[in-house]
């Protein structure tokens, strides 16, 4: 009996927690909208970022960091140099 009030116990928390990242990342969505455009492809959105001339330059990220990352570093200048 203790072990399955502590597994509906552990459920609840579980639902909680998920809830709560929900809510937060909306949060998190609107108080910073994207600055760039989406697109779909193959049925996933994807985020990016249209600038520039010449030929095209893919950058991926990871979850450390976002696009608006690279727009403020040094990448947008040196991908607008031309190669040597």
Not at 52 to 80: E, F
Request: proline residues 6%; negative net charge.
């Amino acid at each position: 009996m203790m072990t399955l009030r502590l597994a509906l116990l552990a459920a609840v928390i579980l639902a909680a927690l998920v809830i709560v990242k929900q809510i937060a990342a909306r949060l998190a969505e609107w108080q910073n909208p994207p600055s760039c455009s989406f697109i779909e492809v193959e049925g996933v959105r994807l985020h990016y970022s249209d600038r520039g001339s010449g030929r095209p330059v893919v950058l991926i990220h990871s979850n450390i960091v976002t696009g608006d990352d690279y727009n403020t570093s040094a990448w947008p200048s040196v991908c607008s140099e031309p190669a040597a």
